[in-house]
């Protein structure tokens, strides 16, 4: 009984988050982040620096690109293997595996839906707003200051 209590209520927030997904407008990456790093409705991030510091220039794409490649390549062999490449995957997996039998079951793939959808909506009114939506996007690890080597004579 309570297995199938268990995938009803699993089922109830795949279909949910489904309709919910389906019908939100798209969120763009800078939206979410201003979501996400705005405390007062200002419109500006409560961390935002001050207006005599110069602002950071946009990455390029091909910047992107490169740091991308340089976050899956763990042996800075300048590509990626099919093992690096799946490692995060595979971590993931790991954790949704909760019986750890090399294999994820609807419930076991429904549980971990479904604890997310439940932590992302902080009214829980069964519905995310764009703001709670963006607070479902993968946290990033913090990158240490660059310590770059200094040319003589500067």
Request: glycine content about 6%; charged content about 30%; hydrophobic content about 45%.
């Amino acid at each position: 009984m309570r297995r199938i209590l268990g995938f009803v209520v699993a089922l109830a927030g795949l279909l949910a988050a489904g309709a919910i997904l389906w019908r939100a407008p798209p969120v763009t990456e800078s939206a979410a982040a201003l979501a996400v790093a705005d405390a007062d409705p200002d419109g500006q991030p409560a961390d935002a620096a001050p207006p005599d510091e110069a602002p950071i220039a946009p990455m390029s794409a091909a910047q992107r690109e490169a740091r991308r490649l340089a976050r899956y390549d763990k042996d800075d062999d300048g590509a990626v293997s099919r093992g690096e490449f799946l490692a995060n995957r595979q971590k993931a997996f790991a954790k949704a595996d909760r019986n750890h039998d090399g294999r994820l079951d609807f419930e076991e793939y429904a549980v971990a839906t479904a604890t997310r959808f439940a932590r992302a909506d902080r009214d829980a009114d069964g519905r995310l707003t764009a703001k709670e939506f963006a607070t479902t996007a993968v946290k990033r690890k913090a990158k240490a200051a660059c310590v770059c080597p200094v040319a003589e004579g500067e």
